[in-house]
């Protein structure tokens, strides 16, 4: 009898999920769909997306049917390709809960007035409490209510349902006291007073808890929907740099189509500044193409026909003729997208503590509720004690203060960030600062200026630097090619008004040549000159030095004999070098990782103190290098500007972009630093570390008084009014705890 062992095919379905409110709804979905045989799914809170992998075929709606169950709402996104903009306004979800939240706020500062200040409790004052707290209660909790309700058909309970319950309780038993107790008499007072003593509640209302506590939560809840980053952000960035129609060659002829027309095997054309529409090979001309999207290499590379190029790369300089090999979703522009939703899709989304423990402490209090309103009636203590006791446990441990405590501290936190230039993104980013012990830095526009500058210049003897600097600059002012421009940048600035040149003529990837002031002038490679009859002589050492160092060296020539060398790089950031020192204080390791090559990248580094250095590397290996460090134990940021950057970014642990960069990168990122210098990565990361430090600090104070007050509550020895008070001085404490962030320096 032969076995044979075949593993079967994994087929994999994304799902966008709708409806869940807190990390314990993606856990419930996720469950459940790994329930179905022969499915693994993971469900991502942040991303709002799952992703579910089968051992075979499995129908996208049976999966849809399963997450519906649950009580959520879920659907097959669309193809990156396919367009957005078709999302409707009204279901925007920060702005429905703005809205929600203006509304309750504007309704509930009366009523809280009114319960905390007895000199404005004007004769009928309680009626206008009841008038102006039912909207906030009904509709502004609307939320709440429907989500406690969807929870509970399913058997489960999160904060979602505490705060439901513990809204209506308060509500409930004002409107008895109200109708059936001596609250509604005219002339009623409410004094606020902190006294610890038993009574029946009957003559006291407590709208001002009930309208406060969804007026605060639903101020967490508007600033959460609004933090929240969206992964497909990044995708529609990256692909947004690709060209979006394209010049084919038909019969001879240029027709100008859409890209997305475009098929493997066609030819066609590109101009000069455009970009290249695929990916393809060069069947006719020469240029130098701008890959800095895809390598980071700073210095645009000189291709040929038979070279290959990449689609959304620009051609900087001639014209060329390319045949199409990979379309659409195969081109590496759309691969580099996919490693981002990847690297996103998989990323451990950290829990917040409050949603984490609300599968415990939201059942706990409910039954301490219950208990205590069966022991009160089984004591003989009379129904409104017990109800009044009750209420007091609900009020009590509603969490109002639980609510607070992440987005004032992440509020204020964010505030002061946006004065210094850094952008945090939401509080799931903030989890991961404590432990970066290591940080990976982009060269190219991180690190670097990312512009290409002279750096010196080198004259033969006997020659005179000025006139040097003067005819090569006039010579490369024809030129559009970057490193033309820095030599002519840098001499016109030095030398003033260049004079002009007659007869140019540019040899695509060897240099230029042309007459300046009657002299027959070459600029280029040393090779080129060399046909010209010009040797470098006692000028080699400077350009076999400039060239180990990482820099570019052209040589200028003219009436038979080489003038000078002149060295052109990308420039260091004044920055940098301070910067990486202050992230060793902080005890980071500063990691240099680059698609430069190593001579070029050995030198940023050693000018900047960094040891440790990756060069040469591709967008793909970019993720790679991160994936290796974090395999070694270490938790690592990575700090980058650039589309090439973006994966990488979304794969680290804590990804910065530079705000000078790409729109790409910054959404790929977690924090976003609007200043294009380094100093800005050491204050997002001591920022970051102090929001969550706060944030830390007022979810321990948060439940502190829930332990205290709790007790007090069911022993019948807290009255609802005080556990209001203790409420509301809870989240006084959280709200002056999170303000200390604005000293922030």
Request: hydrophobic fraction near 55%.
């Given at each position: 009898m032969t076995v044979t062992d075949k593993t079967p095919a994994t087929e994999r379905t994304d799902l966008t999920i709708a409806g869940m409110t807190c990390a314990s709804c993606a856990m419930r979905i996720e469950k459940r769909l790994n329930k179905l045989d022969g499915v693994t799914a993971t469900v991502n809170y942040a991303t709002e997306k799952a992703r579910v992998e089968s051992t075979g075929p499995i129908a996208a709606e049976l999966l849809i049917a399963e997450v519906e169950k649950a009580g959520y709402s879920a659907e097959v996104p669309r193809t990156a390709a396919e367009p957005t903009e078709e999302t409707p306004v009204h279901d925007d979800p920060?702005?429905?809960?703005?809205?929600?939240?203006?509304?309750?706020?504007?309704?509930?500062?009366?009523?809280?007035?009114?319960a905390m200040v007895p000199a404005l409790q004007f004769t009928y004052w309680q009626w206008l409490s009841l008038t102006l707290a039912a909207p906030v209660v009904v509709?502004?909790?609307?939320?709440?209510?429907?989500?406690?309700?969807?929870?509970?058909?399913?058997?489960?309970?999160?904060?979602?349902?505490?705060?439901?319950?513990?809204?209506?309780?308060?509500?409930?038993?004002?409107?008895?006291?109200?109708?059936?107790g001596s609250a509604g008499e005219p002339g009623m007072k409410h004094p606020f007073e902190l006294t610890i003593s038993r009574s029946d509640g009957s003559g006291n209302i407590y709208f001002e808890a009930a309208a406060g506590v969804t007026t605060f939560i639903l101020a967490g809840r508007w600033f959460e929907a609004r933090s929240k980053r969206r992964a497909g952000s990044a995708l529609q960035a990256l692909l947004a740099l690709g060209a979006k129609e394209v010049s084919v060659l038909r019969d001879g002829v240029e027709v100008r189509i859409p890209t997305d027309d475009l098929h493997a095997g066609d030819v066609f054309v590109v101009r000069p500044g455009e970009k290249i529409a695929t990916d393809g090979i060069i069947t006719d001309g020469s240029s130098a193409v701008d890959a800095s999207m895809v390598t980071g290499e700073s210095v645009p590379s000189e291709v040929v026909e038979g070279d290959r190029v990449v689609g959304g790369t620009v051609n900087t300089s001639g014209r060329l003729t390319v045949q199409a090999t990979r379309v659409g979703a195969e081109t590496q522009?759309?691969?580099?997208?996919?490693m981002v939703e990847d690297a996103q899709s998989g990323k451990a989304q950290a829990q917040r503590l409050a949603d984490s423990i609300s599968g415990v402490f939201v059942p706990i209090v409910i039954a301490l509720a219950i208990g205590t309103l069966g022991f009160w009636l089984g004591t003989g203590a009379g129904a409104s004690a017990a109800f009044t006791a009750a209420v007091a446990v609900l009020i009590i441990a509603c969490p109002c203060a639980l609510g607070l405590a992440t987005p004032t501290a992440l509020m204020v936190g964010t505030g002061r960030g946006a004065q210094l230039g850094i952008l945090i993104k939401g509080p799931e980013v903030l989890e991961s600062t404590r432990s970066i012990d290591t940080v990976v830095l982009d060269k190219t526009g991180t690190v670097?200026?990312?512009?290409?500058?002279?750096?010196?210049?080198?004259?033969?003897?006997?020659?005179?630097?000025a006139t040097v600097l003067r005819i090569a600059g006039a010579l490369e002012n024809a030129s559009e090619h970057p490193i033309a421009r820095a030599i002519a940048d840098a001499a016109a600035a030095e030398v003033g008004a260049l004079p002009e040149v007659e007869s140019f003529d540019n040899t695509e990837g060897l240099g230029v040549q042309g007459v300046v002031e009657g002299r027959a002038v070459v600029i280029g490679r040393a090779a080129f000159l060399a046909d010209w009859s010009q040797h470098l002589g006692d000028l080699e050492p400077a350009l076999v030095a400039a060239e180990s160092a990482g820099r570019t060296a052209v040589v200028v020539g003219w009436d038979g004999a080489v003038r000078g060398v002149l060295v052109v790089a990308d420039t260091i950031k004044d920055s940098s070098a301070d910067a990486v020192r202050q992230m060793r204080e902080l005890g980071l390791r500063p990691v240099l990782l680059t698609g430069d090559n190593e001579p070029a990248a050995r030198a940023v580094a050693a000018a900047v103190g960094i040891d440790e250095v990756h060069a040469g590397v591709l967008p793909r290996d970019k993720v790679e290098v991160i994936r290796q460090l974090q395999q070694q134990g270490r938790t690592?940021?990575?700090?980058?500007?650039?589309?090439?950057?973006a994966a990488a970014l979304a794969?680290?642990?804590?990804?910065?972009?530079?705000?000078?960069?790409?729109d790409a990168a910054i959404e790929a990122a977690d924090l976003t630093l609007v200043r294009g210098d380094l100093h800005a990565v050491v204050d997002a990361i001591r920022l970051s570390r102090r929001t969550l430090g706060t944030i830390k600090g007022n979810l321990f104070w948060a439940f502190a008084y829930n332990v205290i007050g709790l007790p007090l509550a069911a022993a019948g020895l807290l009255n609802p009014m005080l556990a209001g008070a203790a409420m509301a001085l809870s989240s006084v404490f959280v709200v002056s705890n999170s303000l200390r962030l604005r000293r922030f320096t």
């Open positions: 920060a702005r429905e809960a703005r809205t929600r939240l203006i509304v309750s706020a504007i309704l509930s500062v009366p009523v809280i007035a009114f509709w502004g909790a609307l939320p709440f209510h429907r989500a406690a309700w969807a929870n509970l058909r399913h058997g489960a309970a999160t904060m979602d349902t505490l705060i439901s319950i513990g809204t209506l309780a308060a509500f409930s038993w004002s409107v008895y006291a109200l109708f059936w522009l759309a691969q580099m997208a996919q670097t200026t990312g512009r290409m500058t002279l750096q010196d210049v080198v004259v033969a003897a006997g020659e005179d630097r690592v940021a990575m700090v980058g500007d650039g589309v090439n950057d794969q680290a642990d804590l990804g910065l972009a530079m705000g000078t960069g790409t």
